[in-house]
């Protein structure tokens, strides 16, 4: 039994919050540079195409699965072994912000 830890406390939890939505905003404005010259602005066209704009999501999926699953093999490997329990969390959370970010990326 010596080898279980206490829950996260308030404040280590609420950092984690804090630095999961900076890792995701930079995340964001970053894929979105990357990806901006991807994809049609102006959906309404007669000759647009779906192969353009799947470029373009196939692009950024990607690229945050990416870059999430580096952040959590880093954050797993230097995070002291008490708060190790949140990055699975953060880890399942930022697997579905991938999809909700589409939302403000073709907005």
Not at 20 to 28: G, I, L, N, R, Y
Not at 94 to 102: I, R, Y
């Amino acid at each position: 039994m010596a080898d279980v830890s206490p829950k996260s406390s308030k404040e280590s939890l609420f950092i984690g919050l804090l630095l999961f939505v900076a890792f995701e905003t930079v995340a964001f404005y970053g894929l979105q540079y990357l990806t901006s010259g991807l994809g049609e602005s102006n959906q309404m066209q007669p000759e647009n195409t779906i192969v353009s704009n799947w470029l373009k999501t196939m692009v950024f999926f990607v690229s945050h699965l990416a870059l999430v699953i580096a952040a959590m093999l880093v954050l797993s490997n230097r995070l002291p072994r008490h708060y190790r329990g949140q990055v699975m969390g953060w880890f399942y959370l930022a697997l579905l912000m991938s999809f909700v970010l589409l939302v403000p990326l073709f907005g």
